[in-house]
């Protein structure tokens, strides 16, 4: 057997002299769209599946300041560190309100969508808002964000609302709050101090205003290929938000369908999350959802999830699931069930220092493997033909394992140094190793024959493993 690399990330302890898989960059051919052949997976004009991956970060969208929390975020630099984890995904968070109150006090937040023109003063002091002047100022920020990803090769997700207002006293700065605006326009119809209504259907004007700020953002990014919309981050469920969100993304389809490029539209989680609110995301005209769990009857998403039947292209986001989970397990076991996993890496400021506590650590040991983890399993997305590649739980005893009967397999074995059994089309074979915690790869130097019954595989290292088979005939 020969001992390669699959690729390498700086700050590793590599040796100079490894072996280097090379894994082509992916280029833009055209705007993603569900993939007719496997719907867990977006495709464009290349036809090939399209796997999405990525690191996100809340400062990642918007120019943040202090006193402590999300200064100075350098954009460059955090594509520069995706591009060497290999990711290909991020989510751009939106923010509505010029003012929160985070954990380390007060976070400002600039530009906004809405001019500050005046007369009086909003809650934070500063000019009141005109609901019918977009500040240009935001667009072209969002614009530059969007094609800085592009340059990268990085698919980008923009957040049009903001979503839970009930954190950090956001609504007493939203815009839409009355105190914040000269339009005498108030989104807390019912007078409860929370302005949930907003995202809801209940008030013409504010739909109409929402509606001029959804076609001034397509307006705005249309001929990008690397865009997707997401409605908000965890709307909260309580204002009939559900059947807000879906009218939002029928308008943006709407709106989108006599413009050049027609971008996938998505759905989130919504916070608090209830046992039910997965439902609507899956029975939504969303092109891909983010489901939350674990809470009550829910899947387990972050632990052991289970196998996407493919009614929606999911990225199953950390962001959503409680606990949150962290490591290379949870990586592998989401891409080998038919998921897009992605990462809320919330560290701030990002990435240079963290907030207290040792789990936001930039350099806290598992988000290292839960990034490379993520990376390494695009290289061997790439590699396979994904488009073929469905999940399979019977196929092998670990119960990770996406396959193309009889062409290619891919299975995770989390135990360590476990011998794991797979159920094979009678056919002659390859394989290889591939070892998640070193990024090194064993190939076998001969074939094997199967006879469609199961063959027992023991890894050649001390750690979890992962598995790839293919006919010797590809």
């Known amino acids: 057997m020969l001992c390669v690399s699959i690729f390498m990330f700086t700050g590793c302890d590599r040796s100079s002299s490894e072996k280097v898989l090379s894994v ?28 999405l991956t990525g690191s996100h970060t809340w400062a990642n969208g918007k120019i943040h300041f202090g006193p402590v929390s999300w200064d100075n ?66 667009f072209d920020f969002l614009r530059s964000r969007v094609i800085a990803a592009r340059d990268k090769g990085i698919y980008i997700s923009i957040m049009l609302f903001s979503g839970d207002m009930t954190y950090g006293n956001t609504w007493h700065y939203h815009p839409f709050n009355v105190a914040n605006n000269i339009n005498e326009i108030d989104a807390d119809l019912n007078e409860d101090g929370t302005g949930l209504e907003y995202y809801s ?68 989680a919504a916070y608090p999350l209830w046992n039910d609110l997965n439902k609507p995301l899956f029975n939504s005209p969303a092109d891909w959802i983010s489901p939350g769990g674990k809470s009550g009857s829910l899947p387990d998403y972050g632990n052991d999830p289970p196998v996407n039947d493919g009614s929606k292209v999911i990225l199953l986001d950390t962001d959503h699931i409680s606990p949150r989970p962290s490591g290379r397990h949870w990586a592998w076991k989401s891409f080998l069930r038919g998921y897009n996993p992605i990462y809320m890496d919330s560290i701030a400021p990002w990435p240079y220092a963290s907030i207290n506590e040792s789990w936001q650590d930039f350099n806290y040991p598992i988000r290292w493997e839960q990034r490379k983890a993520m990376g390494y399993a695009l290289a061997y997305a790439k590699k396979m033909n994904l488009k073929d590649m469905k999940p399979f739980s019977d196929l092998s005893s670990t119960s990770y394992c996406l396959a193309n009967l009889g062409v290619e397999y891919l299975i995770y074995q989390p135990i360590l140094n476990s011998t794991f059994s797979v159920k094979l089309a009678a056919g002659t074979y390859s394989y290889e190793w591939f070892n998640p915690g070193s990024g090194s790869i064993v190939v076998s130097t001969g074939d094997f024959v199967a006879n469609g019954s199961t063959k027992s595989f023991t890894p050649p290292f001390n750690s979890d493993s992962v598995l790839y088979i293919y006919a010797s005939s590809r």
Do not use: C
């Open 24 to 51: 082509d960059g992916h280029l833009f051919s055209g705007v993603l769209r569900i993939n007719p052949d496997n719907p867990r997976y977006f495709t464009d004009d290349s036809g090939k599946a399209i796997y």
């Open 73 to 138: 975020f350098d954009y460059e630099n955090y594509l520069n560190y995706l591009i060497n984890w290999n990711h290909n995904f991020i989510r751009l968070w939106m923010w509505e309100h010029p003012q929160g109150e985070g954990p380390n006090g007060i976070v400002i937040v600039d530009p906004v969508p809405f001019k500050r023109t005046g007369p009086g003063s909003a809650n934070d002091g500063k000019p009141k808002f005109d609901l019918t002047q977009f500040n240009q100022a935001y």
């Open 201 to 268: 259907l209940e008030n013409p004007q504010i739909k109409a205003i929402q509606k001029s700020y959804i076609r001034k953002i397509v307006d705005t990014v249309n001929d990008l290929d690397n865009v997707l919309y997401e409605i908000g981050n965890e709307i909260n469920p309580s204002s009939d938000s559900t059947n807000w969100q879906y009218y939002m993304i029928k308008y943006i389809k709407s709106y989108e369908s006599s413009k050049p490029k027609q971008h996938p539209v998505g759905m989130t």
